[in-house]
Protein backbone atom coordinates (compact mmCIF):
# COMPACT_ATOMS: atom_id res chain seq x y z
CA UNK A 1 0.00 0.00 0.00
CA UNK A 2 3.12 2.53 0.86
CA UNK A 3 4.86 1.76 -2.29
CA UNK A 4 1.35 2.59 -4.50
CA UNK A 5 0.70 5.67 -2.29
CA UNK A 6 3.92 6.59 -3.11
CA UNK A 7 3.84 5.76 -6.81
CA UNK A 8 0.67 8.23 -6.82
CA UNK A 9 2.39 10.96 -5.02
CA UNK A 10 5.42 10.50 -7.25
CA UNK A 11 3.01 10.37 -10.26
CA UNK A 12 1.13 13.70 -9.13
CA UNK A 13 4.47 15.65 -8.68
CA UNK A 14 5.68 14.47 -11.77
CA UNK A 15 1.85 15.45 -13.64
CA UNK A 16 2.87 19.06 -11.81
CA UNK A 17 6.19 19.24 -12.82
CA UNK A 18 5.38 18.07 -16.70
CA UNK A 19 3.19 20.83 -17.29
CA UNK A 20 5.31 23.19 -16.10
CA UNK A 21 7.78 22.19 -18.78
CA UNK A 22 5.08 22.60 -21.25
CA UNK A 23 4.15 26.35 -20.16
CA UNK A 24 7.58 27.11 -20.57
CA UNK A 25 8.66 25.11 -23.85
CA UNK A 26 7.20 27.07 -27.15
CA UNK A 27 6.83 24.18 -28.94
CA UNK A 28 4.36 22.59 -26.45
CA UNK A 29 2.79 25.54 -25.74
CA UNK A 30 2.06 25.94 -29.59
CA UNK A 31 0.20 22.89 -29.48
CA UNK A 32 -2.11 23.89 -26.71
CA UNK A 33 -2.89 27.15 -28.31
CA UNK A 34 -3.55 26.50 -31.81
CA UNK A 35 -6.50 23.76 -31.59
CA UNK A 36 -7.71 26.27 -29.11
CA UNK A 37 -7.24 29.47 -30.65
CA UNK A 38 -8.86 28.12 -33.80
CA UNK A 39 -11.65 27.01 -32.13
CA UNK A 40 -12.48 30.57 -30.60
CA UNK A 41 -11.89 31.92 -34.03
CA UNK A 42 -14.09 29.26 -35.76
CA UNK A 43 -16.68 31.17 -32.82
CA UNK A 44 -15.85 34.44 -33.90
CA UNK A 45 -16.55 33.73 -36.96
CA UNK A 46 -20.00 32.51 -36.32
CA UNK A 47 -21.15 34.93 -33.69
CA UNK A 48 -23.54 36.28 -36.35
CA UNK A 49 -25.22 33.12 -37.88
CA UNK A 50 -28.73 31.78 -37.27
CA UNK A 51 -30.23 28.81 -37.16
CA UNK A 52 -33.70 28.85 -38.30
CA UNK A 53 -36.08 28.57 -35.46
CA UNK A 54 -33.72 29.32 -32.86
CA UNK A 55 -33.75 31.76 -29.82
CA UNK A 56 -29.74 31.67 -30.07
CA UNK A 57 -27.43 32.33 -32.67
CA UNK A 58 -25.52 29.53 -34.29
CA UNK A 59 -22.28 30.58 -32.71
CA UNK A 60 -23.99 30.56 -29.15
CA UNK A 61 -25.40 26.63 -29.84
CA UNK A 62 -21.75 25.39 -31.28
CA UNK A 63 -19.62 27.38 -28.78
CA UNK A 64 -20.60 24.77 -25.90
CA UNK A 65 -20.59 21.66 -28.04
CA UNK A 66 -17.14 22.54 -29.38
CA UNK A 67 -16.21 22.82 -25.33
CA UNK A 68 -17.32 18.91 -25.20
CA UNK A 69 -15.43 18.32 -28.54
CA UNK A 70 -11.89 19.68 -26.75
CA UNK A 71 -12.52 17.74 -23.35
CA UNK A 72 -12.94 14.93 -25.30
CA UNK A 73 -10.25 15.60 -27.79
CA UNK A 74 -7.79 16.17 -25.54
CA UNK A 75 -8.56 13.59 -22.99
CA UNK A 76 -8.13 11.01 -25.48
CA UNK A 77 -5.50 11.97 -27.94
CA UNK A 78 -2.93 13.49 -25.05
CA UNK A 79 -2.92 10.29 -23.39
CA UNK A 80 -2.69 8.50 -27.12
CA UNK A 81 0.00 10.71 -28.52
CA UNK A 82 2.14 10.84 -24.78
CA UNK A 83 1.96 6.64 -24.87
CA UNK A 84 2.92 6.45 -28.62
CA UNK A 85 5.85 8.61 -28.72
CA UNK A 86 7.17 7.20 -25.25
CA UNK A 87 7.05 3.59 -26.40
CA UNK A 88 9.46 5.13 -29.19
CA UNK A 89 12.13 7.15 -27.09
CA UNK A 90 12.22 4.70 -24.36
CA UNK A 91 10.47 6.89 -21.86
CA UNK A 92 7.86 3.82 -21.12
CA UNK A 93 10.36 0.81 -20.57
CA UNK A 94 12.54 3.50 -18.05
CA UNK A 95 9.34 3.75 -16.21
CA UNK A 96 8.76 0.15 -16.69
CA UNK A 97 11.87 -0.43 -14.72
CA UNK A 98 11.94 1.17 -11.66
CA UNK A 99 9.49 -0.20 -8.75
CA UNK A 100 6.14 1.78 -9.16
CA UNK A 101 7.09 3.47 -11.76
CA UNK A 102 4.73 2.81 -14.66
CA UNK A 103 2.07 3.78 -11.71
CA UNK A 104 3.67 6.86 -11.42
CA UNK A 105 4.37 7.69 -15.32
CA UNK A 106 0.42 7.11 -16.18
CA UNK A 107 -0.67 9.13 -13.24
CA UNK A 108 1.76 12.33 -14.11
CA UNK A 109 0.77 11.72 -17.92
CA UNK A 110 -2.88 11.75 -16.68
CA UNK A 111 -2.53 14.42 -14.12
CA UNK A 112 -0.78 16.66 -17.02
CA UNK A 113 -3.59 16.06 -19.30
CA UNK A 114 -6.62 16.98 -17.17
CA UNK A 115 -4.69 20.42 -16.28
CA UNK A 116 -4.46 21.11 -20.00
CA UNK A 117 -7.63 19.76 -20.65
CA UNK A 118 -9.16 22.45 -17.93
CA UNK A 119 -6.96 25.00 -19.24
CA UNK A 120 -8.32 24.66 -22.26
CA UNK A 121 -12.20 24.59 -21.20
CA UNK A 122 -11.48 27.78 -19.14
CA UNK A 123 -9.98 29.79 -22.09
CA UNK A 124 -13.11 28.88 -24.49
CA UNK A 125 -15.52 29.37 -21.88
CA UNK A 126 -14.26 32.96 -21.00
CA UNK A 127 -14.01 33.45 -24.92
CA UNK A 128 -17.68 32.25 -25.48
CA UNK A 129 -18.94 34.34 -22.45
CA UNK A 130 -17.30 37.47 -24.11
CA UNK A 131 -18.37 36.52 -27.54
CA UNK A 132 -22.00 35.52 -26.68
CA UNK A 133 -25.00 37.48 -24.90
CA UNK A 134 -27.59 34.89 -24.88
CA UNK A 135 -25.88 31.80 -23.12
CA UNK A 136 -27.45 30.96 -19.87
CA UNK A 137 -24.55 30.91 -17.18
CA UNK A 138 -25.76 33.14 -14.62
CA UNK A 139 -27.19 31.14 -11.49
CA UNK A 140 -24.79 28.21 -8.96
CA UNK A 141 -27.09 25.21 -10.84
CA UNK A 142 -25.47 26.22 -14.23
CA UNK A 143 -22.14 26.30 -12.97
CA UNK A 144 -22.45 22.93 -10.94
CA UNK A 145 -23.88 21.38 -14.29
CA UNK A 146 -21.10 23.05 -16.37
CA UNK A 147 -18.63 21.52 -13.59
CA UNK A 148 -19.84 18.17 -12.71
CA UNK A 149 -19.92 17.84 -16.88
CA UNK A 150 -16.55 18.80 -17.35
CA UNK A 151 -15.25 16.15 -14.78
CA UNK A 152 -17.40 13.25 -15.77
CA UNK A 153 -15.64 14.33 -19.11
CA UNK A 154 -12.16 13.92 -17.95
CA UNK A 155 -13.02 10.76 -15.83
CA UNK A 156 -14.30 9.20 -18.88
CA UNK A 157 -11.85 10.51 -21.95
CA UNK A 158 -8.62 10.02 -19.93
CA UNK A 159 -9.22 6.04 -18.90
CA UNK A 160 -10.16 5.96 -22.77
CA UNK A 161 -7.00 7.41 -24.15
CA UNK A 162 -5.40 4.99 -22.38
CA UNK A 163 -7.20 2.29 -23.80
CA UNK A 164 -6.36 3.13 -27.58
CA UNK A 165 -2.64 4.16 -26.11
CA UNK A 166 -2.14 0.60 -25.23
CA UNK A 167 -3.09 -0.50 -28.95
CA UNK A 168 -1.08 2.29 -30.68
CA UNK A 169 2.71 1.19 -30.94
CA UNK A 170 4.21 3.99 -33.44
CA UNK A 171 3.25 7.56 -33.70
CA UNK A 172 2.88 6.78 -37.26
CA UNK A 173 -0.13 4.90 -36.32
CA UNK A 174 -1.68 7.72 -34.84
CA UNK A 175 -3.82 7.91 -38.15
CA UNK A 176 -5.58 5.47 -37.19
CA UNK A 177 -7.28 6.92 -34.08
CA UNK A 178 -7.75 10.80 -35.76
CA UNK A 179 -9.57 9.19 -38.57
CA UNK A 180 -12.25 7.92 -36.78
CA UNK A 181 -12.18 10.69 -34.52
CA UNK A 182 -13.22 12.73 -37.09
CA UNK A 183 -15.99 10.71 -38.38
CA UNK A 184 -17.25 10.56 -34.57
CA UNK A 185 -17.23 14.80 -34.78
CA UNK A 186 -19.42 14.37 -37.84
CA UNK A 187 -22.03 12.46 -36.41
CA UNK A 188 -22.32 14.05 -32.98
CA UNK A 189 -23.95 17.30 -33.35
CA UNK A 190 -21.23 19.30 -32.72
CA UNK A 191 -21.20 21.53 -35.36
CA UNK A 192 -25.07 20.75 -36.66
CA UNK A 193 -28.11 19.37 -34.60
CA UNK A 194 -27.97 15.29 -34.56
CA UNK A 195 -32.27 15.51 -35.10
CA UNK A 196 -30.93 16.97 -39.11
CA UNK A 197 -29.26 13.63 -39.53
CA UNK A 198 -30.41 10.49 -40.99
CA UNK A 199 -32.00 8.10 -38.19
CA UNK A 200 -29.30 5.47 -38.06
CA UNK A 201 -26.33 8.12 -38.03
CA UNK A 202 -28.69 9.34 -34.86
CA UNK A 203 -27.85 6.16 -33.58
CA UNK A 204 -24.69 5.96 -34.36
CA UNK A 205 -23.42 9.35 -32.45
CA UNK A 206 -25.46 8.52 -29.35
CA UNK A 207 -23.69 5.84 -29.02
CA UNK A 208 -20.49 7.57 -28.71
CA UNK A 209 -19.11 9.96 -25.44
CA UNK A 210 -18.89 12.78 -27.49
CA UNK A 211 -22.12 13.24 -28.56
CA UNK A 212 -23.47 13.16 -24.80
CA UNK A 213 -20.53 15.43 -24.03
CA UNK A 214 -21.46 18.20 -26.27
CA UNK A 215 -25.41 17.67 -25.00
CA UNK A 216 -24.33 17.99 -21.46
CA UNK A 217 -22.26 21.31 -22.13
CA UNK A 218 -25.68 22.66 -24.12
CA UNK A 219 -27.37 21.83 -20.88
CA UNK A 220 -25.30 23.49 -18.70
CA UNK A 221 -24.89 26.64 -21.05
CA UNK A 222 -27.61 27.55 -23.55
CA UNK A 223 -31.22 28.38 -22.53
CA UNK A 224 -33.79 26.05 -21.47
CA UNK A 225 -36.16 26.36 -24.63
CA UNK A 226 -32.98 24.63 -26.46
CA UNK A 227 -33.70 21.32 -25.23
CA UNK A 228 -36.57 21.33 -28.39
CA UNK A 229 -33.71 20.86 -31.22
CA UNK A 230 -32.27 18.07 -29.39
CA UNK A 231 -33.60 14.77 -29.40
CA UNK A 232 -36.89 14.08 -27.49
CA UNK A 233 -36.81 17.62 -27.21
CA UNK A 234 -35.09 16.83 -23.67
CA UNK A 235 -31.78 16.96 -22.54
CA UNK A 236 -31.82 13.67 -20.63
CA UNK A 237 -29.37 14.58 -18.05
CA UNK A 238 -29.60 11.00 -16.12
CA UNK A 239 -29.14 9.15 -19.43
CA UNK A 240 -26.08 11.66 -20.71
CA UNK A 241 -24.38 11.06 -16.95
CA UNK A 242 -25.41 7.23 -17.25
CA UNK A 243 -23.68 6.45 -20.74
CA UNK A 244 -20.33 8.45 -19.73
CA UNK A 245 -20.34 6.65 -16.56
CA UNK A 246 -20.77 3.39 -18.59
CA UNK A 247 -18.02 4.86 -21.36
CA UNK A 248 -15.70 5.35 -18.20
CA UNK A 249 -16.43 2.13 -16.27
CA UNK A 250 -15.45 0.15 -19.59
CA UNK A 251 -12.27 1.55 -20.35
CA UNK A 252 -11.21 1.30 -16.50
CA UNK A 253 -12.00 -2.09 -16.56
CA UNK A 254 -9.80 -2.88 -20.38
CA UNK A 255 -7.18 -0.21 -19.76
CA UNK A 256 -4.93 -2.09 -16.57
CA UNK A 257 -5.09 -5.19 -18.82
CA UNK A 258 -3.66 -3.76 -21.76
CA UNK A 259 -1.47 -1.55 -20.58
CA UNK A 260 0.01 -4.30 -18.45
CA UNK A 261 0.21 -6.42 -21.90
CA UNK A 262 2.29 -3.31 -23.24
CA UNK A 263 4.43 -3.09 -20.70
CA UNK A 264 5.43 -6.11 -20.98
CA UNK A 265 6.14 -6.46 -24.51
CA UNK A 266 8.82 -3.08 -24.18
CA UNK A 267 12.20 -4.26 -24.36
CA UNK A 268 15.60 -2.09 -25.49
CA UNK A 269 15.19 -4.48 -28.93
CA UNK A 270 12.08 -3.06 -29.12
CA UNK A 271 12.49 0.41 -28.39
CA UNK A 272 15.50 0.77 -31.19
CA UNK A 273 13.29 -1.04 -33.55
CA UNK A 274 10.87 1.12 -33.49
CA UNK A 275 13.64 4.55 -33.65
CA UNK A 276 15.09 2.70 -36.84
CA UNK A 277 11.55 2.57 -38.40
CA UNK A 278 11.11 5.79 -37.56
CA UNK A 279 14.20 7.24 -38.86
CA UNK A 280 13.75 5.36 -41.69
CA UNK A 281 10.69 6.60 -42.03
CA UNK A 282 11.60 10.35 -42.00
CA UNK A 283 15.50 10.09 -43.16
Do not use: C
Not at 37 to 53: C, S
Not at 128 to 157: H, K, N, Q, Y
Not at 255 to 263: E, G, Q, V, Y
Request: net charge positive; charged share 10%; proline share 5%.
Amino acid sequence: MNTTLHAYKTGVKRGLIETRITLTTVSDLLGFIMPTGIAIAVLFFMRGAQFEGSPVSLGSMNMPSLIGMNVVFGGVMGIVGTLSMDRTNGTLLRAKSMPGGMTGYLVGHMVSTALFVLATVVVMLTAGLVLFEDLSFGTPDRWLMFLAVVLMGIVTTLPIGAVLGALINNPKNMALIMLPFMGMIAISGIFYPITALPGWLQGIGQALPMYWMGLGMRHALLPDAMSAVEIGESWRTLLMFGVLAAWAILALALAPRLLRRMASRESGSAVAARRAEMQQQWG
